[in-house]
């Protein structure tokens, strides 16, 4: 079935630095693919996406580019802030249908002034 | 503003009791998702529904039930609570939009449940 592979966590950074988490899937045919990120006390929000090969989603400073060759969706930041700190969430959908979400496990990332 | 509520947001309950946690959506969604979060597994799809009367098992559905009577709410109730269902659970909704899934999904803000 169809899956989302992320990082494990936790990962602490400084501020301003620069943020990669990776995030691989395996899906049949061409998946919508998410980031979603929770802060602390709430509930998921969504941040961007990507819904074919080579797009680009872009939010709050925030990129991942839709792979297929490699089938991943690596979230990026240059530079960090500690408003930041959250747990970050890969997911993905099947675009034929009305399918749910599937999750990742989540990457929690703590940033440090 | 349209939003997700989730009752109660906090709940201590004893093993084998009944438990109903509520959610009620104002966005009109067809769509409703319960999931639940735990350290180390993320976020598991327990139970969804596309519509009135229509209900769908997930991945971790057994020990818990929903049932859609109208397009605002899908309460899940837990039938005889056990210790591993202490989780916290996450009411989502989305509207399918027109063609393919748009995939957003607008989640409530939690309910923590604690079972003793």
């Known amino acids: 079935g169809d899956s989302v592979t992320q990082m494990e966590g936790p990962v602490t950074l400084s501020e301003e630095a620069f943020l990669t988490i990776n995030c691989t899937y395996t899906?049949?045919?061409?998946?919508?693919l998410f980031w979603y990120v929770q802060y602390p006390g709430e509930g998921l929000q969504l941040l961007l996406k990507?819904?074919?090969?080579?797009d680009k989603g872009s939010n709050k400073g925030f990129e991942a580019t839709y792979r297929k060759e490699t089938t991943s969706f690596h979230l990026e930041k240059g530079s960090v802030q500690v408003s930041d700190s959250a747990v970050y969430f890969c997911a993905l959908t099947r675009t034929s249908g009305n399918t749910p979400l599937v999750f990742g496990k989540g990457t929690r990332l703590s940033v440090i002034a | 503003d349209a939003e997700i509520t989730q009752s109660p947001r906090h709940k201590i309950t004893e093993t084998g009791r009944q438990v109903t946690l509520a959610c009620h959506q104002t966005?009109?969604?067809?769509?409703m998702f319960w999931y639940r979060q735990d350290l180390g597994h993320g976020l598991r799809l327990i139970h969804y529904?596309?519509?009135?009367?229509?209900?769908n098992k997930g991945e971790v559905s057994d020990g818990y039930s929903v049932s859609r009577s109208n397009t605002e709410d899908l309460p899940l109730t837990l039938e005889s609570a056990a210790s591993s269902q202490t989780s916290v659970y996450f009411c989502?909704?989305?509207?399918?939009?027109?063609?393919?899934?748009?995939?957003?999904?607008?989640f409530g803000e939690g309910s923590r449940l604690t079972v003793l």
């Open positions: 899906a049949t045919g061409y998946p919508s």
């Open positions: 529904s596309y519509g009135v009367q229509d209900t």
């Open positions: 966005w009109n969604h067809n769509n």
């Open positions: 990507a819904t074919k090969a080579d």
């Open positions: 989502a909704s989305s509207d399918p939009g027109t063609g393919s899934n748009t995939g957003e999904l607008f």
